[in-house]
């Protein structure tokens, strides 16, 4: 299959996934939790990811699929081609709001972004993208991020990390909620790369993101020139999960030396 039939392909697939999101509303949804009280998962999630590995083992069955609730393969390298699906990022607000959640995609080849697709499914709005091909918000190309100084930035950011935590300097937390024009927090990793690639904020910062939560917008963030790395400066790992700030290029060097110093970089 070339491109342009994978990103047909891949779009219908999105589409079909975000119509059984949807219709999922009009039933009970069952919640449980995973790690912690907070960290919530339901049959939705799990079945979403299900719905498209089926599809990916059917019609690729040499591609390999990372994916969030384990329905996927064992991932331990990057070889080949390799689906990173997060079914619904958000799960909270999708179980609480039923908006502001997101279909999350990225797939990679030897380990380098090929395409990213994110789908706000309440909002029917799907911004992908191709490498070297453009990033995309419906079918509207997706500008270069245009210069921009920190005082004039709104930056997307877990309000935990505005708490003391052991990854970095709380004063200088303080200092960047102070600096810069508005903080944002809409707890979708995903939906807030796509709102940087979009322009609609300038920064976004997350303290542990995995990497389902990322390999889509990581693709997306590339094409219009967003910085994305870990809070040392460091390239990101897609095998684990990790600290994460991605940028407008033009304050992401200033983000990290002035306001993001890892305590144990
Ligand atoms: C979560 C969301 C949230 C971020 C968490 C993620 P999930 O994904 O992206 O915004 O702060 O770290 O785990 O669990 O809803 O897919
Ligand atoms: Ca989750
Ligand atoms: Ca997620
Ligand atoms: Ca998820």
């Known amino acids: 299959m070339d491109q ?70 064992n991932i331990e390298e990057l070889s080949g081609t390799v689906w990173l699906l997060d079914p619904i990022d958000g799960t909270m607000n999708f179980v609480h709001q039923r908006r502001n959640f997101a279909i999350s995609l990225g797939i990679y080849e030897d380990g380098v972004g090929k395409m990213g697709y994110i789908y706000d499914v309440v909002n029917d709005d799907l911004y992908h993208a191709i490498e070297g091909g453009g990033a995309y918000y419906n079918d509207e190309r ?24 052991r990854f970095v300097d709380h004063e200088a937390t303080i200092r960047l909620v102070h600096d810069v024009r508005g903080m944002r927090s809409y707890g979708s990793a995903a939906l807030e790369l796509a709102y940087l690639a979009s322009g609609r904020i300038d920064a976004y910062i997350s303290m542990r993101l995995a990497p389902w939560d990322i390999a889509g917008g990581m693709v997306m963030a590339k094409e219009v020139g967003a910085v994305a790395s870990t809070f040392s400066g460091g390239p990101i790992n897609l095998l684990e999960s990790d600290t994460f700030v991605a940028a407008n290029p033009s304050i992401h060097g200033k983000l990290i030396n002035e306001y993001i110093k890892p305590k144990h970089p």
Do not use: C
């Open 4 to 73: 342009h039939a994978m990103d047909r392909y891949i779009k219908s697939m999105i589409k079909e996934a975000g119509h059984r999101i949807r219709n999922s509303f009009l039933s009970d949804i069952s919640v449980d939790t995973k790690a912690h009280a907070n960290d919530l998962v339901t049959n939705v999630d799990k079945e979403v990811e299900q719905f498209f590995i089926r599809h990916i083992r059917e019609d690729f069955p040499t591609h390999r699929v990372f994916g969030e609730e384990g329905f996927g393969d």
């Open 142 to 165: 997706l500008m270069p991020l245009f210069e921009t100084a920190i005082n004039e930035s709104i930056i997307g950011m877990n309000a935990m990390w505005a708490t003391p935590n």
